[in-house]
């Protein structure tokens, strides 16, 4: 909590010191250019992409590390060093 408190301070200024940078300047257009139909179609095709590729990566990194856990969990039972695995009293 007492570290809650002390970021606090400084995500807020950080915050107030990088606003203006998300204004758009020269009238109206951002920084990459003027948005037309096609760049706006493009980005739409990219977000449209990048979030299933996102999910199967994703995805595949637990299921890598399920099979980690599970593996070591067998280890553990054949080698008998647990002492939940030992049964008895």
């Not at 493009?42 to 299933?52: D, T, V």
């Not at 995805?59 to 049964?87: I, N, P, T, Y």
């Amino acid at each position: 909590m007492s570290r809650l408190l002390a970021l606090l301070p400084l995500t807020l200024a950080s915050l107030l010191l990088l606003a203006p940078v998300a204004l758009a300047h020269d009238g109206g257009q951002g920084t990459y250019g003027e948005a037309d139909d096609k760049v706006v179609t493009n980005a739409g095709f990219l977000l449209i992409a990048f979030f299933p590729l996102f999910i199967a990566f994703m995805s595949f990194v637990q299921w890598r590390l399920e099979k980690r856990k599970d593996r070591r969990k067998a280890a553990q039972k054949s080698a008998g060093q647990a002492a939940a695995w030992r049964g008895g009293w």
